[in-house]
């Protein structure tokens, strides 16, 4: 191939113009490629602002059908819910995830029957039902336990199953529970119930304003989450997460946290035929914000410009809090 040089090869000509730019542009962002992740509390007609993450609340069940029909009418596709479990309700188990009537059973339940057409992703995981915030179950030393825990996020899977949730995200890292949730739901006559892993998932200290959200977590102490998350430093295990993921029966897989792992998405979308997505993270929305909130950054650019990275990087879709934000300037 002879290339072409300078003066013939003028890259600044397609830059010259909008109209020209707008021609040869390789990616585009539109409210189909979002998830949006809501937090619901207890109580009724209660929005409960989370200081840590600006612009985004907790919502009690019914405002929770508002914020739906709001994200379906933007063309939003789907919507990740994640509770507020009452302290009260916390034990060392995490039973109150396999409650059908737990404040996401209801939720999913509360927004089928008002907005049926939008999608619900639901985690599983126990982090916000243990009284340790661990997503999986303790052994006597205070080790997470792989295989108990894996029977319990089966039967969370259930409990999310049966109350309409269309999309599994097993967030927990737990080895082997995404075959143990494929046959559960196979063998349960839930054979359309997708699963999106949470396939390669870093102990990040980005998750810190999401923990505040679920009041789960900040405390861990030890290791924190590092014996089952991925450790930060590592991509060809990431590769290795997704494949035995896939293996296991997932339809989707997701790469968590976004902006700092956007290498980690380009690996495995060159490598495997599955839709990708990125979770842009709670510290990346709060890191954003404050920079916003202090002036140094411009919010709207920021917002669009991050966005638009994870399509480059070849990302299927996005989770973001700034989903609505984001999808309403698309519309204007
Ligand atoms: C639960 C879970 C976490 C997030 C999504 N699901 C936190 C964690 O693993 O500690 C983080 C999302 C965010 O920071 O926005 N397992």
């Given at each position: 191939m002879t290339e072409s040089h300078f003066p013939y090869l003028r890259l600044r000509r397609t830059r010259s113009a909008g109209f020209i730019r707008n021609m040869v542009q390789e990616n585009t962002l539109s409210a189909a490629d979002f998830i949006w992740p809501l937090f619901v509390c207890d109580g009724s007609n209660k929005t409960d602002p989370i200081a840590s993450m600006p612009g985004v609340s907790r919502h009690s069940i019914d405002q929770i059908v508002v914020q739906a029909k709001m994200a379906h009418q933007l063309g939003i596709p789907a919507i990740a819910l994640f509770p507020k479990t009452p302290d009260s309700l916390k034990t060392a188990d995490g039973r109150e995830a396999v409650n059908d009537k737990n404040l996401v059973c209801e939720a999913v339940r509360a927004v089928k029957a008002a907005c049926p057409d939008i999608g619900i992703v639901c985690d599983v995981a126990l982090d916000p039902y243990t009284d340790h915030g661990h997503d999986g179950v303790l052994g006597d030393k205070g080790e997470i336990l792989n295989d108990a825990s894996v029977e319990i996020l089966v039967e969370q899977a259930r409990t999310l199953a049966d109350a309409g949730c269309d999309i599994i995200a097993p967030?927990?890292?737990?080895?082997g529970r995404v075959l143990a949730i494929r046959d559960m739901l196979e063998a349960s006559g839930?054979?359309?119930?997708?699963i999106m892993s949470y396939a390669a998932k870093y102990a990040s200290a980005f998750y810190g304003p999401f923990r505040d959200a679920v009041g789960a977590g900040r405390k861990l102490g030890g290791d924190g989450k590092k014996t089952y998350q991925m450790d930060p430093a590592n991509s060809d295990e990431a590769l290795r997460e997704v494949g035995a993921d896939i293996a296991e029966g997932a339809d989707m897989v997701m790469v968590k946290p976004g902006m700092p792992y956007l290498d980690i998405i380009r690996r495995v979308t060159d490598s495997f035929n599955i839709p990708c997505f990125a979770y842009q993270v709670s510290g990346e929305y709060a890191m954003l914000n404050a920079a916003a909130e202090k002036g140094w950054l411009d919010r709207e650019a920021v917002m669009h410009e991050s966005l638009l990275a994870f399509k480059r990087a070849g990302a299927a879709g996005i989770l973001t809090y700034f989903a609505a934000e984001m999808a309403e300037k698309l519309a204007r």
């Open positions: 967030s927990d890292m737990m080895d839930y054979e359309n119930v997708m």
